[in-house]
């Protein structure tokens, strides 16, 4: 393993009997790329697959070579999110060329270990090896980009419940649009792995078929989760919609039994403060002028309240939904 | 039917003509686990595939055994909800291996019951007819699970008519999501009991063949009930929006029949309670000095009450929508 | 035609040349069905799908027997709705068992008609024609309970407009539950009926094919009705959604235009009400002493309320939406 | 071109060399269609289909005859809608036999011009070619129709965001229901048509197959338009249900901006009317009795309205968004 | 490359050797359609496709010509929305007839530029390579278009959050809508390309459909970015909804606070202004004669409009929610 920056300088280990990886971190330098393009003897439309994005993940069989292009995602750390990044795969005869859209992010750091460490059976293997090892990384990395989200939703599932802000509204969308992205990575990087399986490329030998076989499981099992939690997503908007909606009818129930129970009394307050001439006639508001006209007013009102206060009581407007979300079962 | 604890104990086991059922419950110890590969002579993927959870269930066939990975669910006790646990099968020419995630609750005791009974023709047939017999209980495990959740399904149908608070709308929710994990459970599962089906795999007779048929009926049937109560969830969340906007209207014809009622008559008593100088000119509030002036201002009050009572009778808002409730046909 | 007790009569029809068929009513007596799978040599795993319910609609093909599960639906008498009920068929060279769920309700009395009249084909055509006739019948019995629910749909949408309810909302409910039913129930149907025509099986001729594909398009034919149902019902739900917030909006617009007109008012009269020492200052409401202050108050006060009133004219808010509901094209 | 009454007289043209087309208009008579079947010799499972309506389009190759069951739609005039009718096409060496559902509304008029002015290649072709012709006529009858619908859309288009009723939301669920309808005409016309092609029935030559290709896209070509116009009736409700919630939100904002300005103030005006003895003490109420206290009132009161107007101004509250209407870009 | 008028002068190029490109700008002219259609021998039909609009994208392989109907989107300037337009192509030998809907914008500027400047290979190739080209350019030419969707969508994301309108929500629609169109002009090329990869079409050489595969991809990609673009304007609908839910809610929540708050203390102010004549009992309203009265009454509504808004305060109400627009994570 060393840092080469000229492209010419892999000529000598193509033709080694050693299986070499040589792995092109970022698509910054056109001029590098048309001389390694040269130097593998790609096609010109596989050259452009390489290094051209975004492309679709996908598998071409062309001669000598086998074209992988992949989507490799990166957990962002301390927040949720993940690094998006295409890799181009040239397998030849016993060399491997990986092409990465950017230099920073991979996943292929624990496999460059077990090369360093000689660990495992990889060594020994043969370039078609290493590219299952390294497709099946790739593969494997969306998990804990998937976990992350799976503990996101389960965040929103108690903050959906129990205090639900137009925040959550947008996390709710980030999400969605996430896993979206997600799905458009992993639906034809599983397709293309399947295409390695099936279709008989003299690239792949017998043994690393059964191995990607595996991986294929792996990228159905992730699709499976980015459905699962697209659902529990739309679910979510869902929950959220009827949520507000509550909410909103907790605050008219407030301001119906207030108003309701004030008006009327309002209203007669207001009778009573009328200055309609009580010397004219005996007709004229003859209340104001009871030994108890005060106190029955009062009496009256406070009946009034009353009866609407068991009103709404008895309609259960005043059991509080809001102390539900303390309920650890609900 | 004894309780072994080293691995190295099934090799005389495996070797038997009879047919042997070892089944490791738990998968804590990861050492006992390789010895227990290697006792098996398992393939390293097979072996991954087997102890590592959660997997996707499926089948593989690997020259003298076929391994089945199968999701088992129990329901729990005394509330709604289940307990998910991955169980692989491996089978081999006389014996049949099962590793299960978690040594509680397995659904496997009626099968054990009719080993050890002696009961049916379970202890004349082969291991394959083990493994047909050990899937079937994990399918028709599902039954009571989703029976559960129908009937979880029907009370808040009653519920979300009734009576729908916030608590409905996280029953509703959970019910989704775990029939969600249902779905994902059953429907690979179904694959793979048609794969196992239909692939001609040597370790399965002609005659468990037709019996594996009848257990993926079953397959299909639970699918058949996930998806049915997945829509019926889904229409309950519309009928809680529905319920929740009734309400809505219910609250506001309430709010607006009080104030609409009340402030007209407050805005006369209003008027009245003014201090125009009656003294200065005949048009200052002549009513106050008139002789009915107070009774024609309270008839006035109830012809415009009495009016606007009609109206809103004519409109219907009088009607509660909230007895259609106690109405059993409703 | 006659009326038997002991599933060991039917024995000496079964050998006879002539057609026989036996119809099992009602699945009570356990031992009885036992009896009766000795009678008929049903392989136990046949005998199990018939007599245990729910099944799935199927067709099993098993050696000189072929077994039909199928599901029929009766309508409610007076009310919409339906009976539904399983019954599994099995043919034989020269008989044809049915088992029916239930005693009461079934859609096979004209054929029985048919057959005690001699009347048509049906007396001289084999087993198989008696199966495709009742198989047809079962799937003709779909017709008229789905139109029930189509004249409740058409119901249903009058009453979404005209006048929609909590009881119209759980009645597009019942509808949509019912109709997810009558799917579950015709979906698996068609299929089998079409594994009868495509699967070589002996014991159906080839005329009956014939027959059956007509019995086929008849099932797609009600497959597709009942998605079309299924989705007017879901449209049906929206647009009760709709006049529901449409309601609100004419509530509030109520509120409001009340509201607003008499809450200025109101302030007005309040301000007159207030009790400023008149005598003190020459600007301490001097208006109560004017000689037209009164009169000049009440134009002010009924100036307001006419532009308030043509400001909420132009906005369009009187034009009621209501009477909408009379208009026979709208 | 005759008008014929009995069938009999079709006799002779169906052993004569050259092509009869026979037009039955209507289904009321049964004993004619029973007499036009003995003329034919039609099976009378074929009898069945071309009689009975509803039936689901479809192709039956019967021996020496074509049966062809199609649905066509004829627009209404003056408004949007159409007329749906079932034809029965039955091809045979030399006669093509078509029975429609009603006698009135087809839109076989131009070919029978066409045939009448002997125009076009039409009257050299064999019977096989005049199916086509109607069939293409059919197909080609859905454009008009779909063509009002796609106006009905954009003129709904328009008034849901300008001025969306309830009569809006009839008209987008009415043009949602046709729009299933016509969906359900023509999918399983297009299945019929293309297995018209596909299968090698003989009485279709292979020119005439060239030309049913032709049919077979513009049919597709059908079934893509219902599918977009259905998204956009769709996308219509959503829109509506939004217009009608901003709606609720202007008729909200109005009562809040007057309620919020004028409760305060009336309760400052309130406390100005209370009857406290100012000559007990001091401290009740002396601002009645200050010189400037009434307008020092009517100032505060003035300075609280600006606040709660600005505050709301700053709110973004009196931005109309009801003019953007008028906005043509809008 | 030069200019033609008469159809007639493309006959010498026919039968050169050199490849002949014929691009015939518009379809005003029928008769000149017409000649064209005799000198290139086409089949009425084809003619027909190519010059009849709209069509479906397809392909019609003819003896030793072939016919693609494909279609072009050019993004328009200054603004969102593209114009369609339909182009027919004819390969024949050593020709291809390209016939465009319209005479303005089209995307093969940068082909004929590279004709021109004879750069690349192009002008070595055959006419199928030319086709090839053309196609290749009308697929890329989806990407800018795809592209201000895009932006677009990220524009509204931002709009639905901070500040939704009712010109957001058209927006939305319009971007629905635009968004239906292009997946039908996509979705039928994608499988006319891919028809002309397997088809073994004796027009397209070998190496060319190498290429074609390459512009199938493309097509793939265009399909999947439209898909994800109308989940994600779908998604945005969901959240303008709730966007204008959840401000529906803070209007009602600040009108429930400001009338909870000044009913009740209104209430106590039309209270003390009754007329009671205190003269006639002690009991009558001996409030208005205590020293302290005034005073009291004032502390008593200051207590209880402290005690309110310590309630609104506890429930949340007054965080905000709007300030959430200016945190730039949020």
Same mark, same amino acid.
């Given at each position: 393993?060393?840092?080469?920056?000229?492209?010419?300088?892999?000529?000598?280990?193509?033709?080694?009997?050693?299986?070499?990886?040589?792995?092109?971190?970022?698509?910054?330098?056109?001029?590098?790329?048309?001389?390694?393009?040269?130097?593998?003897?790609?096609?010109?439309?596989?050259?452009?697959?390489?290094?051209?994005?975004?492309?679709?993940?996908?598998?071409?069989?062309?001669?000598?070579?086998?074209?992988?292009?992949?989507?490799?995602?990166?957990?962002?750390?301390?927040?949720?999110?993940?690094? #998006? &990044?295409? /890799?181009?795969?040239? @397998?030849?005869?016993? +060399?491997?060329?990986? %092409? !990465?859209?950017?230099?920073?992010?991979?996943?292929?750091?624990?496999?460059?270990?077990?090369?360093?460490?000689?660990?495992?059976?990889?060594?020994?293997?043969?370039?078609?090896?290493?590219?299952?090892?390294?497709?099946?990384?790739?593969?494997?990395?969306?998990?804990?980009?998937?976990?992350?989200?799976?503990?996101?939703?389960?965040?929103?599932?108690?903050?959906?419940?129990?205090?639900?802000?137009?925040?959550?509204?947008?996390?709710?969308?980030?999400?969605?649009?996430?896993?979206?992205?997600?799905?458009?990575?992993?639906?034809?990087?599983?397709?293309?792995?399947?295409?390695?399986?099936?279709?008989?490329?003299?690239?792949? #030998? &017998?043994? /690393?078929?059964?191995? @990607?076989?595996?991986? +294929?499981?792996?990228? %159905? !099992?992730?699709?499976?989760?980015?459905?699962?939690?697209?659902?529990?997503?739309?679910?979510?908007?869902?929950?959220?919609?009827?949520?507000?909606?509550?909410?909103?009818?907790?605050?008219?129930?407030?301001?119906?039994?207030?108003?309701?129970?004030?008006?009327?009394?309002?209203?007669?307050?207001?009778?009573?403060?009328?200055?309609?001439?009580?010397?004219?006639?005996?007709?004229?508001?003859?209340?104001?002028?009871?030994?108890?006209?005060?106190?029955?007013?009062?009496?009256?009102?406070?009946?009034?309240?009353?009866?609407?206060?068991?009103?709404?009581?008895?309609?259960?407007?005043?059991?509080?939904?809001?102390?539900?979300?303390?309920?650890?079962?609900?």
């Amino acid at each position: 393993r060393k840092q080469i920056t000229m492209p010419e300088e892999c000529v000598s280990y193509l033709d080694s009997d050693s299986v070499s990886w040589v792995d092109v971190q970022g698509l910054g330098n056109e001029d590098i790329l048309q001389r390694l393009g040269n130097v593998f003897k790609l096609h010109p439309l596989l050259l452009e697959d390489v290094v051209n994005v975004p492309q679709r993940p996908k598998v071409e069989d062309h001669e000598s070579q086998l074209v992988v292009i992949a989507r490799m995602v990166v957990p962002k750390e301390h927040k949720i999110g993940f690094y #998006s &990044e295409q /890799v181009g795969f040239v @397998l030849g005869k016993n +060399y491997l060329l990986t %092409v !990465q859209e950017e230099p920073e992010h991979d996943c292929f750091e624990p496999v460059r270990q077990r090369i360093r460490q000689n660990k495992g059976t990889l060594r020994k293997q043969q370039a078609d090896y290493l590219l299952y090892t390294l497709l099946d990384s790739i593969i494997d990395g969306f998990f804990p980009v998937l976990e992350d989200y799976g503990e996101e939703i389960e965040d929103l599932e108690a903050e959906v419940v129990s205090n639900p802000t137009r925040k959550t509204l947008e996390k709710i969308y980030r999400v969605r649009r996430d896993l979206l992205t997600l799905r458009r990575a992993i639906w034809p990087q599983r397709d293309a792995i399947n295409s390695l399986i099936r279709d008989g490329s003299t690239q792949i #030998s &017998e043994s /690393v078929r059964i191995y @990607l076989r595996d991986c +294929y499981d792996h990228a %159905v !099992q992730v699709l499976d989760m980015v459905e699962t939690y697209r659902e529990l997503a739309a679910g979510l908007m869902d929950v959220y919609l009827s949520a507000v909606s509550n909410r909103m009818n907790e605050i008219m129930k407030l301001l119906t039994v207030i108003s309701s129970i004030f008006i009327p009394l309002t209203f007669i307050a207001g009778v009573y403060g009328m200055n309609f001439n009580t010397e004219r006639s005996p007709w004229n508001m003859p209340e104001l002028n009871w030994y108890w006209g005060y106190p029955l007013c009062l009496v009256t009102m406070g009946a009034i309240a009353t009866l609407l206060v068991a009103f709404f009581w008895r309609r259960g407007w005043f059991e509080n939904s809001s102390t539900v979300v303390d309920d650890p079962e609900g």
